[in-house]
Antibody, heavy 120, light 113 residues
Framework: QVQLQESGPGLVKPSQTLSLTCTVS??????????WSWIRQPAGKGLEWIGR???????NYNPSLKSRVTISVDTSKNQFSLKLSSVTAADTAVYYC????????????WGQGTLVTVSS | QSALTQPASVSGSPGQSITISCTGT?????????VSWYQQHPGKAPKLMIY???NRPSGVSNRFSGSKSGNTASLTISGLQAEDEADYYC?????????????FGTGTKVTVL
């Protein structure tokens, strides 16, 4: 069974870049046809899909964040990463990594989530 | 794209049945059978409960069922139990944006009285 674990700084200063990594265990990130996604949730609010990367390396991003988001994959480490630039307090949220099989439209595995606070 | 609309809260007594609605448009809920539902307990990650409108993943109780009519999908919890108290989110594939295939619902807090 696939397991996902987010890691990265819990505090980021305004205008800087938020960087998170999701480590995949229980399967190879480069095998099969999977999308690897990032989703966030501000405190007390709903879920927001940030973007995803396919096994091949192709990406899709939420239009509202597209200009600031980069998702990449490191197959040698079985990890994929999120970079969100020019952050503000509005980017404070719990960030989840999740996965979905290609040709499906649901997230079957999720990481436990990591809180990122944007503050000086 | 706009979030799918869910009631902010739904409550019921143990043993009762409750239904949570999820209203979208013909570009998402109404146009595709790709509605999923997630349960989220406080401080925990969402858990997939229903996919493709009405399918349950292995291990999910058959007390949870999903359906769809027009632009509105529904999640029904029958035989409500204390452990069902959580937030529930729907999600759907959407064709309203070529860049972003997903839209989530606003979320519903389920309270077991």
């Amino acid at each position: 069974q696939v397991q996902l674990q987010e890691s990265g700084p819990g505090l980021v200063k305004p205008s800087q870049t938020l960087s998170l990594t999701c480590t995949v265990s229980g399967g190879s990130i480069s095998s099969g046809s999977y999308y690897w996604s990032w989703i966030r949730q501000p405190a007390g609010k709903g879920l927001e899909w940030i973007g995803r990367i396919y096994t091949s390396g192709s990406t899709n991003y939420n239009p509202s964040l597209k200009s600031r988001v980069t998702i990449s994959v490191d197959t040698s480490k079985n990890q994929f990463s999120l970079k969100l630039s020019s952050v503000t307090a509005a980017d404070t949220a719990v960030y989840y990594c999740a996965t979905e099989m290609a040709t499906t439209y649901y997230f079957d595995y999720w990481g436990q989530g990591t809180l990122v606070t944007v503050s000086s | 794209q706009s979030a799918l609309t869910q009631p902010a809260s739904v409550s019921g007594s143990p043993g009762q049945s409750i239904t949570i609605s999820c209203t979208g448009t013909s570009s998402d809920v109404g146009g595709y059978n790709y509605v999923s539902w997630y349960q989220q307990h406080p401080g925990k990650a969402p858990k997939l409960m229903i996919y493709d409108v009405s399918n349950r993943p292995s291990g999910v109780s058959n007390r949870f069922s999903g359906s769809k009519s027009g632009n509105t999908a529904s999640l029904t919890i029958s035989g409500l139990q204390a452990e069902d108290e959580a937030d529930y989110y729907c999600s759907s594939y959407t064709s309203s944006s070529t860049l972003s295939p997903y839209v989530f619902g606003t979320g519903t807090k389920v309270t077991v009285l």
